[in-house]
């Protein structure tokens, strides 16, 4: 469990496990995000030196002709290597992208709960009134809103 919220006061062991394991499902959402949009980096740039140089070596040489031009994209291996590059960088892209949508609703669904059921976590007068601490430490060491269920 890390530190921030073992400390916390008014709060029970239950609550801190689930507050910890929001914290773990927001950290695993932020890495495949961060993942995801390196991979679209990565294939956008890795797609813009193929077309700059299949405009090199194809469309400048070639231009006068389709046929010489689909000629000279087919005699040349390289193309081959960077058309399959590309699409397994878009296909890999994309795999990141359901793994992040998939992390991003299990963390909204666990952190929607928190929300639902502060009732419950927090159940005596005084851990209700002070709950907004929790809340707090929460948002500044963690960016997890649990104030309201909106993102």
């Given at each position: 469990?890390?530190?921030?919220?073992?400390?916390?006061?008014?709060?029970?062991?239950?609550?801190?496990?689930t507050l910890e394991?929001?914290?773990?499902?927001?950290?695993k959402f932020d890495k495949f995000?961060?993942?995801h949009?390196?991979?679209i980096w990565a294939t956008i740039i890795l797609t813009s030196i193929f077309l700059i140089y299949l405009y090199?070596?194809?469309?400048?040489?070639?231009?006068?002709s389709f046929a010489a031009m689909?000629?000279?994209?087919?005699?040349?291996?390289?193309?081959?290597?960077?058309l399959v590059c590309c699409v397994g960088m878009y296909g890999g892209m994309n795999l990141l992208k359901e793994k992040k949508d998939?992390?991003?609703?299990?963390?909204h669904d666990l952190r929607c709960e928190i929300v639902d059921r502060s009732k419950d976590y927090w159940k005596k007068e005084d851990e209700w009134k002070n709950r907004?601490?929790?809340?707090?430490?929460?948002?500044?060491?963690?960016?997890?809103?649990?104030?309201?269920?909106?993102?």
């Open positions: 469990m890390d530190t921030p919220i073992r400390m916390l006061e008014n709060t029970d062991e239950a609550t801190k496990q394991n929001v914290r773990k499902r927001k950290e995000e961060r993942y949009n390196q991979s090199k070596t194809v469309f400048t040489v070639y231009s006068y689909f000629s000279a994209f087919v005699n040349d291996s390289n193309n081959l290597t960077f998939k992390a991003e609703k299990e963390y907004h601490l929790v809340f707090e430490v929460m948002k500044k060491q963690y960016d997890i809103n649990l104030y309201h269920e909106k993102k």
